[in-house]
């Protein structure tokens, strides 16, 4: 099983819709959780974070994490073309030591159609 | 402006040679981070350091090897011992006090 798993997409939706990007994480003692863009060719860039259960808003964006699950989202609203990219599910698990040793999904690449 | 900067941003190297990608940042972050990502995957982490002249191994490190002489600096050297080395790799930081990872824009490395 992989530590972090995404669906690889492509998700498509329609301009102005809600896209809705989901993951997954094998180690119930992560704390950490982190959703990056990533646009072809690019490094990625912090989107969001969140270490708490329940929903984090920011501008159009929205974590959300479900611990018991292990589960964590990302929504987007009003989706725009310049939304597509890959986005990427990173968590720090535990025994990490301070450090940032996050671990990354392979990323569900998101289409958003005019 | 402070950042993250990553030289060169293409890299060609023939087989047998060592070949060394430079990360330097000036937002005073006290830990630095590489990572690999190959075609349609995750990144993977290589090494990391929280302090300067100390550094551990992360879950790819074989076939590479880091230095950190300054807090600034992170450099990178891909040895011959890395048998697929063609990949984009990414160096990041972070402060102590928090754990989101800033990257530089990487550096495409190619074996000819």
């Known amino acids: 099983q992989k530590e972090v798993e995404q669906n690889s997409g492509p998700l498509s939706v329609p301009e102005g819709a809600i896209a809705s990007l989901n993951c997954t994480y094998s180690?119930?003692?992560?704390?950490?959780f982190f959703w990056y863009r990533q646009y072809s060719g690019k490094s990625p860039e912090l989107i969001m974070f969140i270490y708490s259960n329940g929903d984090k808003e920011d501008g159009r964006f929205t974590a959300q994490l479900n611990k018991a699950s292990q589960y964590v989202s990302l929504l987007i609203r009003d989706s725009q073309p310049s939304d597509s990219a890959t986005y990427l599910c990173a968590v720090n698990p535990p025994g990490s030591g301070g450090y940032n040793k996050l671990i990354f999904g392979a990323g569900t690449r998101l289409a958003v159609h005019p | 402006d402070g950042g993250i900067t990553q030289s060169p941003k293409y890299l060609f190297r023939k087989e047998g040679q060592n070949v060394t990608l430079s990360c330097e940042q000036n937002?005073?972050?006290?830990?630095m981070y590489w990572y690999r990502q190959d075609p349609g995957q995750g990144l993977r982490l290589i090494y990391y350091?929280?302090?300067?002249?100390?550094?551990q191994k992360g879950d790819i490190a074989e076939g590479y090897s880091v230095s950190r002489e300054k807090k600034e600096s992170f450099p990178l050297t891909v040895t011959s011992a890395q048998k697929n080395p063609t990949a984009f790799y990414l160096c990041a930081s972070t402060t102590a006090t928090r754990t989101e990872a800033f990257f530089g824009q990487g550096t495409r490395l190619t074996v000819v």
């Open positions: 180690d119930r003692g992560s704390q950490s």
């Open positions: 350091s929280q302090i300067v002249n100390d550094f």
């Open positions: 937002l005073n972050h006290d830990a």
